[in-house]
Each structure stands twice: as C-alpha cells, then as structure tokens.
C-alpha cells in the first residue's frame, strides 16, 4: 500500500532525548514544519533503562527552553559524591568527586532521571506545538534532488504496512549509532570499537553501603571502576566492566547473572536486589561521522555522529548540546532570516568538542576496566584509580558543560571579538554567558538571566548601564531606535535587548533619564552581575548573547555601539531578506 506524498520543512529520525528535543525547537520557535519518526515501538522495559545524568550547562540549556520545571518535580538531584576503595574505605579526590565544584550555577548538581521519563517530558511537551511521535515508523531509504534543494524520503509504516513518500527541505538524523540516515547516505563512521563489556542495571535494593544515596565510585579490583548512581523513584543504577574472565563462568549471560555479578562488583559491601527494572550489556567504542552535514540538506546529531562509552556520563549530554546548537540555526534559516553559511557553523562548532570528548573517553574506558591510557607516559606501576580521578578532575568543567566553548574563527560570524574586553579570563566570545541573578523593577523580586531571556532563537543584547552620566549614550539609544537594521530584527523577533541597571531606582527612567533599551533588571547591591560579566560599573558595556546562551561578542558603551553591533549582527542575518521584506514595506 502507497500513500500520497506528503511535504515538510524537517523531517527528523529517531525519537529519542536528541530527536524529541530537536523536533520541540523547531516547533516552539514556529516557522516551521515539523515531523518525527521513530522506527521501535517503546516498551517500557526498554525505556527505564539507557542514559540517567543531565549535568549543569545540560540543564541550564533546558531551562532556557523552558523543560527543566517539570524535570526538577521528577529527578534525584544528586549534590553528593563518594569514592570507596576496595577495603570499602572512603577515600577523598577520586571518582567523581569534580561534581564538588561545578559552581557558578543554580544547577550545581547532577539531574538524575532516567530517561524513559525525561522522554515522556518532552513528548509532552512538543505535543503542546503540535507535533506527536510516530511510531513504528521506519525510514528505509532517502534521495537528494540538489536542483530542488529538498530531501525525498520513503517511510514504512509497520502498523499498517504502508509506504509513504515525504519530501522535506532538511532531514536529521537522530536515530543513533545505527543511523540509517548515515547509512542511507554513505557517511563514514571513523574509529573503532573495543572488547571491552561493561554491564548496566537497574532496580531497587537494600545495601550496607554507607553513603549509598550519592553518586558513587567502588574501586573494584575484579570489576573496574564500579559506576553506583542513587536514581529517581527510590531506584539505584550499578554500573561494572564484565571482563572475560568473569564471562566465561557463564554459557549464558541474563538477567539471574547480572544481579549475581553486581553483588560481586559492589564488594565489599552487600545488596540485595529487590527488583530488577532494566539491564544490559553492551561493547564500548569511540566513533565520529566524518561528517555532521553532507548535501547541504541532511544532518546527523547525538549517536548518529559519535558514540562513545558511558563511562563519563556524557553520551546524552554531548547529543542535546547538538540539538540546541543546530535548532535554531536551522529555524533562522528556513524563515529565510540566516546568511547561508550560517548552517556550515553547526559542524565546526560540535566537532571539535566531540572529538575532545572522544579522546577523554578512550582514555577513562581503559582507567575503568583498571588498565592505564594507551599513550600513558607516566609510572608504569601508577594505581589506575588515582589517575582516572585526577583525570576527571582536569576536565570536570567539561564534563559539567559550564567549560564547553566555541572556538573565534574567521569562516565563524558567530563569534566574534569585540571592542570591550572583560575582566574576567573566562568571560569572553563563544564561552558561555553566565546566568546572572537580577532583580525585577518596583518589588525587586529576584529572578535570573536564563528565565529572562529564553531560547526563542532570538539573539539577546545585555546593555549594562554606566554609573556614570549618561548611563546609557544618547547615540545608542536613538540609533538603535532608528536602526532599520536592527529595528527589522526585532520585529522579527530575531533580537531583544535586556538593560541592566548597577543600583536599585523607584524606576529604570529615573536612572537612565529615558525609557531603557528592551525590558530593564537591577543588578544586587554588590553589583553582582556586573562583577561575573567583567564590566566596570562606571563604563558599561554590551554583551551579546547567542539564543544557546553563548556569548557571541562584547561591546564597548560608546558612540559606535550600535554600529558595531549591526555590523555583528550582519554577518549571521541576511540582508537580501531584510531588503526584500523593508522594500515590499516601502511599496505598500
């Protein structure tokens, strides 16, 4: 059976974390058309299981897509970290303990929920845009018509065994490590996979275990690094290497063996399972697709473009940091708003941080299954566990995500170096903008930068006022008021302009002598805001924030700001747009 061809702007495979929150993007930033398949039928055995852990700048990304509510009322935050060795004692910098410090945000924890539930969240949310999961639904092959600019894509509906043809503008691939969007379209998936087992479950126990409510390392000596990580709904995760020497005491490995294996991992302290909600067991590898981006019409995101281990809890991290890299990327440019490069940024942007990631993650599967780094060059006799803590120690911030960074380039309008530089180091374009706490005009009420400023794939002009007179240059307040330029973008809703205010006032007028530049906050009596950001309180400056949050560029509070700033903004909208939509305006 065939049905009729059908016509849309995304069409997006694989309905898991990645898929569901690239597909809820795309649908709350309007615009666009949207449909998503999933080719499995979930059940629910299946769905406990997989990733468990959001970590900081994770979360700080869903909250400004306004997800991370209703992740808060279901998780386990996890603030506290263990190490035992195997005599059962606690020992100190080892494991996890770099989740000590992830500061700097209100997130300053791991969000544990498991991701059966973390997908019923975003189902549930994308639904309220309309869109809904369809299932099983399988892609079984794809053309690109270049003279058409569009993407021709054949589904099979297992249900009721019809075929259907989709045509899209842009097809993404999120359906994992078997993609057969990379498949269909002959990406290659370079590395290697290893020998390695490493075992997962699930359920719930009682346990001796002092500290068992925690996230938690037991330096085994027969089952490596031993992963325990409390989870949602009282449950609890073990995690251990499953090395050919335990494997050949079984003819077959099910779910009776992993229980009796866990117990074994988890020594010397005792549990007892009672029950089991999900296990597996899989083979551990490090893979990147040579390309993230092929056809100019065809993307490949999470699993699809790299896999890696579970060891450092970053595979669903690593696949929602695409998502909300590409999202509204791909929004901008199919309103017709973005330069056409703008998409060529996704790859340069995700790559490196992805090829970064790999490289860690080769390097803590072997610290986990108690060998050294291949390329290890210290002592050779040097114990495994205190390396794989200092390990995770050195790159904690990128495993929190508060450190990941894009990197200035010259083929990049992303980002840019601007005239002002901060105080701070780390503060600077393509880092992450720090989500500042602010109070509300008149009760003073506190809020903080990212509810303020969501991800509405629209650019955020942070203006911190001078102490000094005038606040805020005349020039800049009237070009930008005058600025056609800028003026298209905001009524476009490409662009908003947040004033920050260095001391409390009756009102924003009162301090500025005129009305503020968008919606105006106060910065707290220790001018908190100004002091994260690096600014000066008595000059000022404009930072301006990407709509994921990263810092785009940095701006002097001065005569030139506004033309300086529509010269960044020029470079990533494009102006054949804005002079089709300003002249049709001058007709009319």
């Not at 809020?447 to 005038?470: D, H, W």
Request: aromatic letters at 10%.
């Amino acid at each position: 059976m065939q049905k009729g061809a059908d016509y849309v702007d995304v069409l997006i495979v694989g309905a898991g974390p990645v898929g569901l929150i690239m597909a809820y993007q795309l649908a709350k930033f309007g615009g666009v058309s949207v449909r998503i398949v999933e080719q499995h039928p979930k059940t629910m055995q299946d769905a406990y299981g997989r990733a468990i852990t959001l970590f900081p700048r994770t979360a700080e990304m869903l909250d400004q897509l306004g997800l991370a509510d209703e992740l808060l009322q279901n998780c386990f935050a996890c603030r506290d970290t263990v190490a035992y060795d195997a005599s059962g004692q606690e020992v100190h910098g080892r494991g996890w303990s770099f989740m000590n410090h992830m500061n700097d945000t209100v997130f300053d924890f791991a969000l544990v929920l498991r991701q059966k539930f973390q997908e019923e969240i975003f189902r549930n949310a994308m639904k309220k845009y309309g869109v809904k999961v369809e299932a099983p639904v399988q892609l079984t092959t794809a053309s690109v018509d270049q003279n058409a600019s569009q993407v021709t894509a054949i589904l099979f509906d297992h249900a009721s065994e019809a075929y259907e043809t989709v045509r899209c503008k842009y097809l993404i691939g999120c359906d994992g490590g078997r993609s057969s969007v990379r498949r269909i379209f002959n990406i290659p998936f370079e590395g290697s996979a290893t020998e390695d087992k490493w075992v997962r479950i699930d359920g719930h126990v009682k346990t001796d275990m002092p500290k068992s409510r925690s996230y938690c390392s037991i330096e085994s000596p027969t089952h490596g690094n031993v992963l325990w990580v409390a989870l949602d709904r009282g449950a609890t995760r073990i995690g251990y290497a499953f090395t050919d020497d335990r494997a050949n005491a079984y003819s077959k490995f099910d779910e009776t063996a992993a229980v009796k294996e866990a117990i074994a991992a988890v020594k010397p302290f005792d549990i007892k399972f009672e029950c089991v909600d999900w296990w597996t067991i899989y083979t551990v590898g490090q893979r990147i697709a040579k390309s993230f981006f092929v056809n100019d019409c065809v993307f490949l995101a999470g699993d699809a473009c790299h896999t890696h281990s579970s060891g450092a809890a970053q595979g669903m991290n690593t696949g929602i940091h695409d998502a909300v890299n590409l999202a509204w990327k791909l929004s901008l440019k199919l309103r017709g708003i973005a330069n056409p490069d703008l998409l060529k940024t996704y790859q340069a942007e995700r790559l490196p941080n992805v090829q970064r990631l790999i490289q860690y993650d080769k390097d803590i599967s072997r610290l986990m299954t108690n060998r050294l780094p291949e390329d290890w060059q210290g002592e050779p006799d040097a114990d495994v566990n205190v390396v794989l803590g200092r390990l995770l120690e050195g790159a904690g911030t990128f495993s929190s995500g508060l450190g990941i960074s894009y990197e200035i380039r010259e083929d990049n309008p992303l980002n840019r170096e601007g005239s002002f530089s901060s105080s701070q180091p780390l503060i600077r374009p393509g880092k992450r903008g720090p989500d500042i706490s602010l109070l509300r005009p008149g009760t003073f009420e506190p809020t903080r930068l990212i509810r303020e400023l969501p991800n509405i794939a629209a650019f955020g002009v942070l203006v911190f006022a001078s102490e000094c007179t005038p606040p805020i240059p005349e020039d800049l307040f009237e070009d930008t008021a005058t600025s056609p330029f800028l003026q298209f973008l905001m009524t476009q809703g490409c662009l908003k302009f947040i004033t920050i205010l260095p001391e409390r006032t009756p009102s924003p007028y009162e301090f500025l002598g005129h009305e503020p530049l968008g919606r105006a906050y106060f910065s707290d009596d220790a001018k908190t805001a100004y002091q994260r950001y690096g600014v000066e309180p008595s000059e000022g400056a404009v930072v301006v924030m990407r709509p994921d949050g990263w810092i785009g560029t940095m701006i002097e509070l001065g005569m030139e700001a506004s033309l300086k700033l529509g010269g960044y903004l020029s470079g990533i909208f494009s102006e054949t747009e804005y002079l089709r939509i300003t002249s049709r305006a001058d007709i009319i």
